[in-house]
Nanobody
Framework: QVQLVESGGGLVQAGGSLKLSCAASGRTFSRLNMGWFRQAPGKEREFVAAVRRSGGTTYYSDSVKGRFTISRDNVKNTVYLQMNSLKPVDTAVYYC?????????????????WGQGTQVTVSS
């Protein structure tokens, strides 16, 4: 079992920044591939960013590339999502997820464990 707890969400004005954190417990964190997804009201959950076990390989959706940065600290068992130049369209619940088996990083079904989500609201 893996437990994931997100934090850092909130209300921010357009152009502002937020940093999300996801603390993991229950398994060796360095063996987990980690991802961030988001879900806006009435929309499907969508891929945002992912980082492989070592932290050396990262992936981003086109909509956040150049604005968001995913990173991980395998000592603190935490993955981060630094979000800059936020836009109202970034408003969503953001979820952290863990993948045990190196599946398709962009597919929610590849992930085995999910956090409870943290709300990010960007006002115009």
């Amino acid at each position: 079992q893996v437990q994931l707890v997100e934090s850092g969400g909130g209300l921010v004005q357009a152009g502002g920044s937020l940093k999300l954190s996801c603390a993991a417990s229950g398994r060796t964190f360095s063996r987990l591939n980690m991802g961030w997804f988001r879900q806006a009201p009435g929309k499907e959950r969508e891929f945002v960013a992912a980082v492989r076990r070592s932290g050396g390989t990262t992936y981003y959706s086109d909509s956040v590339k150049g604005r968001f940065t995913i990173s991980r600290d395998n000592v603190k068992n935490t993955v981060y999502l630094q979000m800059n130049s936020l836009k109202p369209v970034d408003t969503a619940v953001y979820y952290c997820a863990a993948d045990l088996n190196s599946g398709r990083y962009y597919a929610p079904e590849s992930y085995d464990y999910w956090g409870q989500g943290t709300q990010v609201t960007v006002s115009s």
